[in-house]
């Protein structure tokens, strides 16, 4: 089944001078861990905010499970979609239990579900519930925080999950752990993701397909041995020297 | 000198007590007015800057305007007593609450309001649940201003009518018995010390988790 499904969607925003999305049409199949690459400004995190409606596109239809998105308000489209973002946003006034459990109590769980699934994630990203439960945001290291991000996002069990450089903020050993565990999740939940990052070692090897962009055009959408192989273009080509120069020719 | 301070609250006692209730009450009376003002007031106009500029210089033009003449400006209006001291208070105490509230919406961090909308909270839930609690530290520290200002200014209260710990001061002018000059200016400041104490470790408090 298409999980997520962009037909001819275009976006342009004031002040820039080529569109954000310029005609984009691409499908995701359900399970799928779809990375999508570029630089800055080159229209990816413009593109996951549209699935979850933080962005409406000027032009253009995106369905979800075959069911166009503008035909469900915004809010009750949002909560079934994990999303998880480089700033992490846990509110800082609540304990990390509060904040895993933002969703579960909007959509109004009973308490004990609530803090059986809690400590369910917890354990999922690797915390020990007892000892961060009644802890403050502020008192977690970047990586810890963003794992209360993830079982955020993770516990009402979304179908498709959207992180926009979840790990760009996080040192670089903290990072590969965290990209194993979050593989890790993947291949047991067979939930879809679509990961937006500008690291391209960190986009073939976490994607099992991987969209490459540039200017709000997708150049490539192949699993990665496939563009390894078969780099599409130019552009594409020139990514793969980039990352082979800082002396990573695995992925 | 002490002896005539002892003297007094061994006679005094309860007309103590009650210029002292007094004072509290026309102070909490003033400020939480201004709350009822400045809060929604500052919410509703936070997102426009124009409307922001608006609403805090509109108010910070009354407050320029001494409390001693907005007190007497309102005798004809609304004659002596608790309501044209209360409203002279009231008008003391918005700006500070007004601006703090303005400015804590402002400065709301946009990547937790962009985390409360991804998540699916309706904008009463991001309301109530993230963005209010995130502006309160700020809010509350303009509260705290406000009822500072509020207990210091409310000794004018008494010169209108409406009584307080200003009587004493009053009287001991108008008598010239510094005793009382003492016990009045002194409990205005303890006042005022307990009650910015009193606020402190309630910031402390609600603004626990800003720790590590």
Redesign the interface.
């Known amino acids: 089944m298409t999980a997520v499904e962009f037909k001819n969607v275009r976006k342009q925003f004031k002040n820039s001078a080529y569109p954000a999305l310029d005609d984009v049409s691409f499908g995701v199949e359900e399970g799928e861990f779809v990375t999508i690459l570029g630089s800055s400004g080159c229209g990816k995190t413009t593109m996951i905010k549209m699935i ?1 409606r ?1 962005y409406e596109p000027d032009s253009g239809e995106i369905f979800l499970f075959g069911k166009n998105i503008r035909d469900e308000n915004a ?7 994990g ?1 998880v ?1 480089q ?8 304990t990390i239990a509060a904040n895993i459990a ?2 579960p109590k ?1 959509l109004k769980w009973d308490k004990k579900r609530i803090d059986a699934e809690t400590d369910r994630m917890l354990r999922l990203v690797q915390l020990e519930p007892e000892e961060f439960k009644k802890r ?4 977690l290291s970047g990586g810890q925080q963003q794992r209360i991000g993830l079982a ?2 993770l516990i009402a069990d979304p179908r498709v999950l959207l992180l926009d450089e979840p790990f760009g903020a996080i040192d670089a050993i903290n990072r590969e752990i965290l990209q194993n565990e979050l593989k890790a999740i993947h291949q047991k939940s067979k939930r879809t993701y679509l990961f937006v990052t500008h690291d391209i070692r960190e986009a073939l090897k976490l994607g099992t397909k991987v969209i490459i962009m540039n200017e709000g055009k997708i150049l490539q959408y192949a699993p990665p041995e496939e563009i390894i192989d078969a780099p599409a273009n130019e552009f594409v080509a020139n990514l793969l020297k980039t990352a082979e120069l800082k002396g990573s020719a695995q992925a | 000198m002490l002896e005539e301070i002892v003297e007094y609250f061994q006679k005094n006692g309860g007309e103590y007590l009650g210029l002292l209730w007094g004072h509290i009450s026309i102070s909490v009376i003033s400020v939480t007015v201004a709350l009822i003002i400045a809060v929604p007031l500052g919410i509703l106009v936070y997102r426009s800057k124009v409307a922001s500029v608006i609403a805090e210089r509109g108010f910070g033009l009354l407050r320029i305007v001494p409390s001693l003449a907005v007190l007497i400006i309102l005798i004809p209006i609304m004659g002596t007593g608790v309501l044209p001291s209360v409203t002279a208070l009231t008008i003391l105490a918005v700006p500070p609450i007004l601006i703090n509230t303005i400015q804590a919406f402002r400065g709301l961090p946009p990547e937790m309001l962009e985390a409360a909308d991804g998540m699916g909270m309706s904008r009463m839930q991001s309301f109530f649940k993230v963005k209010l609690p995130l502006a309160f530290p700020l809010m509350f520290a303009g509260i705290r201003t406000a009822v500072i200002e509020v207990i210091a200014s409310a000794t004018l209260a008494s010169y209108i009518g409406a009584g307080g710990l200003g009587d004493l001061i009053f009287t001991g002018l108008s008598l010239l018995r510094y005793s009382l000059l003492i016990i009045g200016g002194g409990s205005v400041a303890l006042l005022s010390l307990t009650a910015g104490l009193l606020l402190d470790s309630v910031y402390k408090h609600i603004t626990r988790y800003q720790r590590a």
């Open positions: 979850n933080l809010v009750m489209l949002r909560r079934k979609i999303y973002i700033q992490i946003g846990l509110f800082p006034h609540m933002t969703i909007i403050y945001p502020a008192q955020r996002a």
